[in-house]
């Protein structure tokens, strides 16, 4: 079965500072890849997918992950990280063709002025 | 509807009694999930349908746990006898097929406290 680890349950940056949230996750394929956010008392919205080709994929709110298969690792990244970008985040993974999500415990992420 | 709604927002309810939390999926997702997030944890997954069938039941924890859903639409997660580690976040999504490509859109979910 597969499992996701995400290493850093809570990480603390400064507003304007870039940001990058480690996932690694086990499985004999490369499985789909996922990063979700959630703000709190909402739902998860999708932030980035990977499914194939270009290992670097670009999301929405200025993330963007990186694939590694070698560290069997989809880590999220931010450049320049804003005051609303304070929110737990999740990543996710999936065989490929099948339909249940894994997911990672969450690192929640604190925005400091 | 443009989202996926889950009422209520909230239930607080007795230990052992019974509870319906029911979600409404985006018109025309086939494919209907319930997942449950407890404090601290990560999402769990519990059932998945597509259309009315749950091909999926295997992250029911226990016989009190049952889903169902009609017309392929509306879904109902009821818990019976509830007890008080049942209190969580359940969360429920839609896709468009049961190919995770679509991607899911997830509700803002249900938050039970057994007391």
């Known amino acids: 079965a597969q499992s996701v680890t995400q290493p850093d349950i809570h990480i603390t940056v400064s507003e304007g500072a870039s940001l990058e949230l480690r996932c690694n996750y086990s499985?004999?394929?490369?499985?789909?890849l996922f990063w979700y956010v959630q703000s709190p008392g909402q739902g998860l919205q999708l932030l980035l997918k990977?499914?194939?080709?270009?290992?670097l994929v670009q999301g929405i709110k200025g993330f963007e992950a990186e694939f590694k298969r070698s560290q069997s690792s989809f880590n999220l990244r931010k450049p320049s990280v804003h005051w609303s970008d304070a929110a737990e985040y999740f990543c996710?993974?999936?065989?490929?063709?099948?339909?249940?999500?894994?997911f990672g415990a969450g690192t929640t992420v604190t925005v400091r002025a | 509807g443009a989202g996926v709604s889950q009422s209520p927002s909230n239930k607080v309810t007795e230990k052992g009694k019974d509870v319906e939390l029911r979600c409404d999926p985006i018109s025309g997702h086939t494919a209907l999930y319930w997942y449950r997030q407890s404090l601290g944890q990560g999402l769990e997954f519990l059932i998945y349908f597509q259309g009315n069938s749950a091909p999926d039941k295997s992250g029911l924890p226990s016989d009190r746990f049952s889903a169902e859903r009609t017309g392929g639409s509306v879904s109902t997660l009821t818990i019976q006898r509830t007890q008080q580690e049942d209190s969580a976040v359940y969360l429920c999504?839609?896709?468009?097929?049961?190919?995770?490509?679509?991607?899911?859109?997830f509700g803002s979910g249900t938050r039970l406290t057994v007391v």
């Open positions: 996710a993974v999936s065989p490929s063709n099948d339909y249940k999500l894994s």
């Open positions: 999504a839609s896709s468009r097929t049961g190919d995770p490509d679509y991607g899911y859109t």
């Open positions: 990977y499914f194939s080709g270009d290992t």
């Open positions: 499985y004999g394929a490369t499985p789909y």
